[in-house]
């Protein structure tokens, strides 16, 4: 149980109930509240389905009748109708259109952090492409004579110390981009739910709001 943001009771529900606390009184006033709709919902069922009788009732009444029945009758299939009280959830079929893929990957950044991520991919591409090609060039002028094995392992190891550099920053950079569209989708998504109006919530289920 709390009050203005702390927790005075706590323990189990039959506990709380014989305490005589607020508890006590919070229940008691939703019982209340549910005990006096029962009572107005079987009040009108009570009037709509009582009837006076026919031999009491001019022609003039008689149609008269009918025509509020009629009208009573057509305003409960259409109350029938719009009166659901949960909303089908919105599922979306078949492939994920590009529009999904456009807004994840520019929602952070626009662009220019697509651009800055594949100029990383490229760079670390390359260089393992250099690598390999430095490696195939060296041992290929072993048999000339002309091979330098201290310019051999001084590029090679720059080579691979700059690949380790790059992976890291596409790594980094993809993880950051990844982070950030996150955090933007989710404080979209929490200020909607805070913004949104009381009908909202009698429709929706908890449940499918929290896996959002």
Known sequence: VMREGKIVQSGKYN?????????????SAHE????????????????????????????????MK????????????????????????????????????KMYLTEAY??????????????????????????????????????NASMFISVYSTIAVASCVFVVLRIFCMTFLGLKTSQVFFKQILNSILHAPMSFFDTTPSGRILSR
Not at 36 to 49: F, G, R, T, Y
Not at 80 to 90: A, C, F, G, P, V
Not at 122 to 146: K, M, P, R
Request: charged share 25%.
């Open 66 to 101: 009918e025509n509020e029945s009629k009208d009573y009758s057509d305003s409960s299939k259409a109350n029938n109708r719009t009166s659901k009280l949960i909303d089908e959830e919105q599922r979306e079929t078949g492939h994920v259109s590009w529009h999904i893929y």
């Open 32 to 63: 209340n509240a549910m005990e006096l709709v029962e009572k107005s919902a079987s009040i009108l069922n009570d009037n709509h389905s009582s009837k006076p009788s026919h031999d009491s009732l001019t022609n003039g009444q008689e149609r």
């Open 15 to 27: 506990d709380l109930l014989e305490c005589g606390t607020d508890f006590e009184a919070l229940v």
């Open 110 to 147: 626009g662009w220019y952090g697509i651009i800055v991520l594949l100029i990383f991919q490229v760079l670390w591409q390359g260089s393992l492409v250099v690598a390999d090609y430095w490696l195939a060039l060296e041992t290929s002028n072993t048999s000339s004579g002309s091979f």
